[in-house]
């Protein structure tokens, strides 16, 4: 059973950082697409940013310059650094994985197969 745990959220000011972890459990890690979704309250569940297998990233146009995704297979771990936050990053951000090959396919949450149970991260002063 693969199970995804998220850590990192919390409060923080405008203009702040946080780093998410995601810890990935099983062997299928290595071969997955990683991704960060977002969920504010009323919207729909968006991605933020997502990483192939062969590393290759993609952004959100909203926090493209601003957030960084990474992952370290040694450690079952994907992190997402989030740097000049602003009120509108607020959401319960939620990990993902899947066997995803392609960039466009990563947009569709439909398209990922594991979920983790979701951080929540506020941007408030």
């Known amino acids: 059973q693969v199970q995804l745990v998220e850590s990192g959220g919390g409060l923080v000011q405008p203009g702040g950082s946080l780093r998410l972890s995601c810890a990935a459990s099983?062997?299928?890690?290595?071969?997955?697409?990683m991704g960060w979704f977002r969920q504010a309250p009323g919207k729909q569940r968006e991605l933020v940013a997502g990483?192939?297998?062969?590393?290759?990233?993609n952004y959100a146009d909203s926090v493209k310059g601003r957030f960084t995704m990474s992952r370290d297979n040694a450690k079952n771990t994907v992190y997402l650094q989030m740097n000049s936050l602003k009120p509108e990053d607020t959401a319960v951000y939620y990990c993902?994985?899947?066997?995803?090959?392609?960039?466009?396919?990563?947009?569709?949450?439909?398209?990922?197969?594991?979920w983790g149970q979701g951080t929540e991260v506020t941007v408030s002063s």
């Open positions: 993902a994985a899947g066997l995803i090959r392609t960039i466009a396919r990563m947009t569709f949450p439909a398209s990922w197969k594991y």
């Open positions: 099983g062997s299928i890690f290595s071969s997955d697409a």
């Open positions: 990483i192939t297998s062969g590393y290759l990233t």
